[in-house]
């Protein structure tokens, strides 16, 4: 076929007309693909029956094409753009245009709804040229780039939704490619048929109905949705609310319950909002008509619930003449909703506060006194405070004090430590006094002349210095705070003990004997002896002597090594071990 050369202005015309019936419907397909796959589709039209019957519904060329029977499939690349456009419109509610379908959009709307609605418009607009089958250059590139502008934020939203797609390049083609006569002579009846049904049809007078709502409120206040129903007798409809639950459904709100009261066919009241309501509410209204039950859903909103916990300061614990206090203090955060309860346990068992034994502890006060504290206090409290956004605790644990006591010897002063570490778990009542008892009598550190230490809840160690035989005895370490008393363990002050194991080499029959030594003080010399069988002293054994080689004296293991069996017949052995208190003596004999 002969080609004419067309003028700018005929060019810019079969760009727009072609662009207008062949490339608008590409992503107008994909994108309802994207929300309701082809399988999906008659399900989706059987239930919104104003598509099927009434002034609304398709017509039948429509029909054939998309409401077909399963196991059929409908074909979307068979669909014009008046189709799709109004399979979208009335079956992906999640797409509705910032101002509503068949509304033109303002510059700032970019929702991905009003870039539909402008395909729409594109289409509608620029058939006006059809009579002059002409475009002046200037208002071609106005048309141009904004149809760009549309094609390039559906190409990104279609892109993210894991579709690869490339609108751009389809543009690209219908601008540098040269149309065929037959081609643009089709697309042009094509477009007026389309704008005839169009006028026909007026898609403004449809019925429609959109939620206004503040969708931001604060917890303890009330939100308020309303429907704003158009076209319609509200009267004549059947109202009800929805919320999408955690598995994504839509159930119908009881607006009957208390939470709900004051709400209307219209009007949705939720009383003193919570975090858990939070979520997706839309408006449904219906009838049924001649056996047909007709519905109408409104856009999704959804309902942010703002607001956030208390904050409750760590607790603080101290003693007095009243008892043990608990000191508390909370805030909340601005715009937040105010603290409404709060509530005292005891390892997890509620406290009656009106009780005598507990003083304070309400919203209004900052301390929690438990008056004349005994053993039976001890225990885990917690503080609970609650606003409608939920509940926050802290803890502090009543124990008694812990005590951890050891020993330390110092030889060359001849001194002995007694070392006190004492300390109660967080929150538990700071220790009142502490002090150390000799054989159950508290010691007076203050009358020793110096010789003793001073015992204080900081440091709690004794040092007794020029320690001798007096010293002996039995020593605790006693800690008192207001819940009770504890004491340490005992360390035991004497004379050593001495602990002799025997071993015997098989192959030369010498005997070693081992001795482990244990006092406090530590002990601070050593000496094996021996004396014939009919001799009267202990002699010091010279432990470099053939016979006794590897005996040693030193600690803290002792040893005498006899290497001939007969010496052990005719002589007895002796080991004394001595501290600062006195010595020890054990005998070995040749039984």
Known sequence: MAFSS???????????????????????????????????????????????????????????????????????????????????????????????????????DKQIGD????????????????????????????????????????????????????????LIKIESSRIAQDHLESCKLILQALMNIQKQTDLKDEPEIFLKVEDRVFCGDTARFEADVKNVEVSCWRSTWQKRTENSILECIDTNQEKYKGSTNIILLIQNVSKEDEGEYQAVISRVANGIEYRLSSNIVYLHALGELPILNDLRVTTGDEGITIHYSYKVLKQSPKVKHINWCKNGEPLDRKSKKYIGGSLNENCFTITSPTDDDRGTYKCTITNVMGSVSKEVIFGLPNIMASEETVIRNKSVKLVGNVFVYDGSPDILEVFWTKNGE????????????????????????????????????????????????????????IYLERLENERSGSQCFKATTKAT??????????????????????????EFRGTSNYLPHPKLVVKDRTLLENNCFQIEVSNFIGSTVENISGN
């Open 6 to 108: 067309p003028s700018n202005d005929q060019r810019n015309f079969e760009c727009v007309t072609v662009a207008s019936v062949d490339f608008i419907k590409l992503p107008l397909k994909d994108i309802l693909e994207s929300l309701i796959q082809p399988v999906d589709l008659f399900k989706g039209i059987n239930s919104c029956p104003a598509r099927l019957s009434g002034k609304f519904k398709l017509r039948q060329d429509q029909l054939k094409l998309c409401f077909i029977q399963p196991k059929a499939i409908p074909d979307y690349s068979k669909f014009d753009v008046t189709l799709l456009y109004t399979l979208i419109r009335n079956l992906c509610p999640s797409l509705k245009p910032t101002k509503g379908w068949g509304k033109d959009p303002d510059d700032a």
């Open 442 to 497: 508290k010691i007076d550190t203050q009358g020793s002349g110096g010789r003793l230490s001073t015992v204080t809840v900081d440091d709690p160690s004794l040092t007794i210095r020029d320690v001798s035989h007096i010293d002996a005895g039995e020593y605790k370490l006693i800690a008192r705070n207001a819940v009770g008393t504890t004491s340490s363990d005992i360390i035991t002050i004497g004379a050593p003990t």
């Open 521 to 546: 003080p530590l002990p601070c010399s050593v000496q094996w002896s021996k004396k014939g069988n009919d001799e009267d002293e202990f002699k010091p054994i010279d432990a470099n002597a053939e």
């Open 115 to 170: 870039d539909i609605e402008r395909l729409r418009l594109f289409r509608n607009n620029y058939h006006a040229h059809a009579d002059s089958a002409a475009i002046s250059d200037a208002e071609f590139k106005d048309i141009w780039k904004k149809l760009k502008s549309v094609v390039y934020r559906i190409q990104k939203y279609m892109n993210n939704t894991g579709r690869n797609v490339n609108y751009e390049q389809e």
